[in-house]
């Protein structure tokens, strides 16, 4: 219990924003919406702040255009349940079917995005469903109410882009970097044991690492556009091209950590044990991506004097774990072990670029301990 109660205090911690613009959105939307659309016998705008909630959900870490396209969504769908109902009546077979096949039907012609084309629908078929059928002269002001919610939604999840436009690009960053090291760790820990099946699982697991790539460029862009709706913040650009360029290699890194997840297999299969040094070396390829999260995080967040001390620590780990695995190869190994040292080098290659690392006298380093002729950055 005393570990679920600190987890959910560190989950506060760090979510507390949400919460706040969760609770002033809906609370907002209700306010506003009761006040305007008062009157008439109206019982009470739901809707307003069920759209708030739809939107804001929506908004959050997403680009602006996808945001507006949900608020479209939500208060189109509620004008063709508003539509429905006074054609066809509340909560018949007749009305539902009409308004499914519309909705649906307009969603797609429009090319929608499925999140939009969902909440087009759902938005219709909730007027549809849930107004009773002695209250549909009520049902018109539904419309105003998705519109003021939505409204209310998309200006203060702004607002907080406003605050800190570059928050998504530091919050995909790390969770980047932490899947990662996740990762190599479960690789290390499956040749320590020489656990085919742990292998096989890690494998799996470096196969979702794409995803988390695909969401850090997303993070880039939106990253970008929110400085175009802040000019007062626009100095930050250089941070997010410099995000964009260690994106590139961070995706290297995690098709190379796949890679080397397949070949774990291999090596556990091999009758013999998996040499220390390659559990020294992934342990130090564990921390070089720590480091390179790191550096990650304080070139978005803007802090020089961090990036600059932990761009060193990368280049001294990232030659330690290549110096550590050299050994081996001074011995004929088999081939599954020969070439995971080969995919370790392009992992800690990709690290170090990503990390703006890549130093000449650092990958001379690293080539000098594997007998390989430096030849700069030219890798």
């Known amino acids: 219990m005393a570990n679920w109660l600190r987890g959910a205090w560190a989950h506060l911690r760090t979510g507390w924003p949400l919460v706040a613009q969760v ?115 009520q049902a018109p002001t ?35 970097f932490s899947e990662l090291a996740e990762v190599l760790d479960g690789i290390r820990q499956a040749l320590r044991r020489h656990d085919q099946q742990a292998a096989q699982t890690v494998y799996h697991q470096a196969r979702q690492l794409d995803s988390r790539t695909e969401a850090l460029r997303k993070a880039v862009l939106v990253a970008d556009e929110n400085l175009r709706l802040a000019p007062w913040d626009r100095h930050s650009r250089p941070r997010v091209d410099a995000a964009r360029t260690a994106v590139d290699h961070v995706d290297y890194a995690v098709r190379n950590t796949r890679t080397l997840a397949r070949t774990t297999i291999m090596v556990t299969r091999l009758p013999q044990a998996t040499p220390a040094q390659l559990d020294a070396a992934l342990a130090a390829l564990h921390e070089l991506t720590t480091c390179a999260a790191e550096v990650f995080a304080a070139a978005v967040s803007g802090d020089r004097d961090t990036a600059h001390k932990h761009v060193d620590r990368t280049g001294d780990i990232a030659v330690d774990a290549v110096r550590t695995v050299a050994p ?10 020969s070439t995971m040292i080969g995919q370790l080098r392009m992992i800690v290659l990709d690290l170090l670029r990503s990390a703006g690392a890549d130093r000449p006298d650092v990958l001379n380093a690293i080539d000098g301990a594997l007998d390989l002729p430096a030849a700069g950055k030219q890798h």
Do not use: K
Request: glycine share 10%; charged share 10%.
């Open 142 to 176: 539904r419309f105003y109410d998705a519109l003021i919610g939505g409204s209310i939604a998309l200006l203060i999840s702004q607002i907080a882009v406003g605050r800190s436009p570059l928050a998504p690009l530091h919050t995909e960053g790390r969770r980047a």
């Open 328 to 337: 081996l190869l001074r011995h004929e190994q088999p081939l599954p072990v």
């Open 23 to 137: 609770t002033l959105a809906a609370t907002l939307s209700w306010f506003v919406a009761s006040r305007l659309l008062s009157g008439g016998g109206y019982s009470g705008p739901f809707y307003a702040p069920a759209a708030a909630l739809i939107v804001l959900a929506q908004a959050r870490g997403t680009r602006l255009r996808r945001a507006l396209a949900t608020l479209i969504g939500v208060t189109v769908g509620a004008l063709l349940g508003e539509v429905a109902i006074e054609a066809l009546g509340a909560r018949s077979t007749a009305s539902i079917f009409v308004v499914i096949l519309v909705a649906a039907g307009l969603s797609v012609a429009a090319g929608a995005a499925g999140v939009v084309r969902n909440q087009l629908t759902m938005s219709a078929l909730f007027l549809v469903a849930v107004v009773p059928p002695g209250n549909q002269d």
